[in-house]
């Protein structure tokens, strides 16, 4: 079978002729007295593409290819892979060895020049010192479109040298930073050696990220033409990790300070060694809502230490309290995702929006001692002072609120998009002394934490009549007695329940909201 194949693509070799600088070639190969195994390069120089060639290799007289445990030729081929090449052999009546190599996919080798073949050879222990002549002949090389390059013969020697010449190498040794340094050691080339040479590096434990030679003298070597061929100690970068670590902090408060431990410093080194130190980068802020988030670590930099990340943890916990500071005003509006309690905070009051009187134009702002979550609501307190409010887990307040809660960011326009109510920002304005709730313009934005009054425009005259909107405070704890509570008149008097819904005729002992105060029908 391996006959016919290649009686078949020898043939294919020789279909045309052509003169591209295409050709392999032999280099001399020196080995030592006594030396039995040997690699030889075959080189091919190709102008072209190349898919395969043909070639008789002529050894020495007592030199041969090797075989290996299957009687099989080792010839590796080089510039391409084992499955796109195949090897084929047959012995010539003169001693040649005819070498094919061939791809079934018609795959060329890569590049233009270099080894394509590497030949093991065995040389006699007994190869007489002195130059012996081999050669390549036959040379036919084949282009993937079947073009048949010939090449003229090659010829190299084969070198044996005597022994006496020995070459003693220091071995190069990698090692890591902050370790110790590890034993020096040598390999020695030709006759055997006597004695033992000197190994010597400056490199310590302590020695930076680098090179450091390592020198080989005599020593104790009685060696003659002895050859010292020096080596390299190479420290690379320890590794070194840097964690985030956990966290937890409650909602509303800051961050905690994020600080970094570290595993791998050698030398007693600390991480004041950093180029560069750590960064930390979380998205929590002081509002982040309660749940666990990453806390992400980077951008150290240190000469010698191959770094590491792991990131870390932040749990944000339910608020006990809530820090609150009131404006220059004195009075703002509020809201908080949480329910509060306002009864024991000294100083400062909080109220619902539970009632608006057309033909005054005023709000009544109704004292409530706990809120519900986000419920928007009116704060009084000394300006500037900063209070703290207690987290509650729910509250039984039920009062008619007209303020709306802003969690978020959050534009506004004058009127609802269904323009069916009008809104309004709590501030002051140059004509005025005092804030009083004016109507949003247009494309305008309320921060996140604060609250608008938001009117059923069935309530107001006219928008530009109800531009601005006065304040009432009452701060009464209990409700008005009224006997048989009638409707006199909607327009003066509007009555809800305290769910807030409008009612066209009150129950007697119910509680209601009259024009924004607390009634009780008897």
């Known amino acids: 079978m391996k006959r016919f194949v290649l009686s078949i693509v020898y043939g294919f070799l020789y279909l045309v002729t052509a003169y591209a600088n295409n050709t392999l070639s032999l280099q001399d190969l020196s080995i030592k007295q006594g030396t039995t195994e040997a690699a030889l390069p075959v080189s091919l120089t190709n102008e ?65 020049s270099g080894t ?55 071995n190069h040794i990698t090692m890591i ?25 400056s490199a310590t434990s302590t020695s930076a990220v680098g090179t450091y030679p390592i020198t080989i003298s005599k020593g104790s070597v009685t060696n003659k033409n002895v050859t010292y061929v020096n080596g390299t100690l190479t420290i690379v970068k320890a590794p070194l990790t840097i964690s985030a670590g956990n966290y937890t902090k409650k909602h509303g408060e800051e961050n905690p300070k994020f600080s970094a ?13 950093l180029t560069k130190q750590p960064v930390f980068t979380t998205d929590v802020i002081t509002s982040t809502s309660p749940g666990l988030y990453p806390v992400r670590i980077s951008g150290a930099e240190a000469q010698n230490y191959e770094i590491s990340y792991v990131n870390g943890t932040i749990t944000v916990t339910k608020a006990t309290h809530v820090k609150i500071t009131i404006n220059q005003y004195g009075s703002d509006t509020y809201s908080s995702e949480y329910a509060l309690d306002f009864s024991e905070v000294e100083g400062l009051k909080a ?57 978020t960011e959050t534009p506004l326009n004058s009127t609802s998009p269904d323009g069916l109510y009008a809104n309004y920002k709590y501030t002051i304005k140059t004509d005025d002394t005092e804030p009083k709730f004016y109507l949003f313009d247009d494309g305008s934005t309320l921060g996140a934490g604060k609250a608008y009054l938001q009117l059923p425009m069935a309530w107001l005259p006219t928008i530009n009549e109800a531009s601005s909107i006065d304040l009432r405070f009452d701060d009464g704890e209990g409700t008005t007695g009224m006997e048989n509570l009638e409707i006199r008149n909607q327009e003066s008097e509007l009555i809800y329940d305290l769910m807030g819904r409008r009612i066209a005729q009150p129950v007697k002992g119910s509680i209601y909201i009259v024009n924004g105060r607390k009634v009780v029908c008897k």
């Open 48 to 112: 072209s593409s190349i898919t395969g060639f043909q070639c008789d290799l002529y050894l020495p007289s007592g030199v041969s290819v090797a075989t290996d445990e299957y009687g099989d030729y080792v010839i590796a081929v080089a510039r391409t892979t084992a499955k796109r090449h195949t090897i084929s052999t047959s012995l010539q009546a003169d001693g040649a060895l005819r070498i094919l190599c061939t791809s079934m996919t018609n795959a060329t080798f890569s590049g233009n």
């Open 116 to 170: 394509v073949l590497n030949v093991a050879l065995t040389v006699p222990e007994s190869m007489a010192v002195g130059t012996h002549n081999m050669s390549l002949k036959n040379i036919v090389l084949s282009a993937p479109d079947a073009t048949r390059h010939t090449s003229s013969d090659a010829s190299s020697f084969l070198v044996v040298t005597e022994v006496e010449k020995t070459t003693i190498t220091a």
């Open 177 to 201: 930073y902050g370790d110790t340094v590890p034993k020096l050691t040598y390999t020695s080339e030709g006759a055997e050696l006597a004695g033992t040479p000197m190994l010597s590096c």
């Open 261 to 273: 431990t570290f595993s791998g410093f050698k030398n007693g080194e600390t991480s004041a060694v």
């Open 351 to 407: 109220y619902a929006a539970a009632g608006y009187n057309k033909k005054t134009k005023v709000v009544t702002l109704l004292r409530v001692n706990t809120t519900q979550p986000s419920m928007g609501i009116f704060l009084k307190g000394d300006s500037g002072k900063e209070y703290d409010v207690p987290v509650i887990e729910e509250s039984d307040d039920n009062a008619l609120n007209l303020l709306v809660a802003t969690l």
